[in-house]
């Protein structure tokens, strides 16, 4: 049985929700400079790379900063799907 998108438990409906949790969070954490801890990221990912196929040239990376407001609204963001 597949379900359409415009069930309210879809996996889209939850990405959409934690991408918008972890961008209200990181504004939030740029919006409030008098914290230090709360500006504290950790990076991790891959640097970009470049596959040159001489001609086609496809460049692959991917970097995420997480701080503690991010996580936060990465956590908010999955508490409202589960609430829907």
Known sequence: MVKSLKSPKSPWVLLLLLI??????????????????IKATKSFGLSPTTLDLHFLKITF????????????GLIVGYWVYRRI
Do not use: R, W
């Open 61 to 72: 990376g991917i970097n995420i900063a997480l701080g503690p407001l991010t996580v936060l």
């Open 20 to 37: 918008a949790g972890a961008l209200a969070g990181s504004a939030l954490a740029e919006a409030l400079p008098a914290l230090p801890l």
